[in-house]
Nanobody, 122 residues
Framework: QVQVVESGGGLVQFGGSLRLSCAAS????????MEWYRQVPGKQRELVAT??????TNYADFVKGRFFIYWSDDKTVSLQMNRLTPEDTAVYLC?????????????????WGQGTQVAVSS
């Protein structure tokens, strides 16, 4: 009844830019915050950026000044990634912390997307 879908990944050269999007859809009552994580095989998933419903943002130190998270509409966030390096290569996953309701069901918690691959060549 509720899903999160990422888009915008791809291959980019060192120093280039990409913009990822994360769209939540379904019987959503409220989105508290949305987050971007990234995952490299064999490593722990790491938090990249967070944005609250009120627009407050938070970034991991390794992306500060290069990545920017913002609301594109009330259910979509974008992640503008600039000055990319090979170390940014990962699957980028979006998580929405939200409330949903449909029929007699209620849900409050995380909804994860499937991820989008970002590859940066040197």
């Amino acid at each position: 009844q509720v899903q999160v879908v990422e888009s915008g990944g791809g291959l980019v050269q060192f120093g280039g830019s990409l913009r990822l999007s994360c769209a939540a859809s379904g019987s959503i009552v409220k989105i508290d915050r949305m987050e971007w994580y990234r995952q490299v095989p064999g490593k722990q998933r790491e938090l990249v950026a967070t944005i609250t419903s009120g627009g407050s943002t938070n970034y991991a130190d390794f992306v500060k000044g290069r990545f920017f998270i913002y609301w594109s509409d009330d259910k979509t966030v974008s992640l503008q990634m600039n000055r990319l390096t090979p170390e940014d290569t990962a699957v980028y996953l979006c998580n929405a912390e939200l409330e949903a309701a449909w029929d007699i069901h209620e849900y409050r918690g995380p909804i994860w997307g499937q991820g989008t691959q970002v590859a940066v060549s040197s």
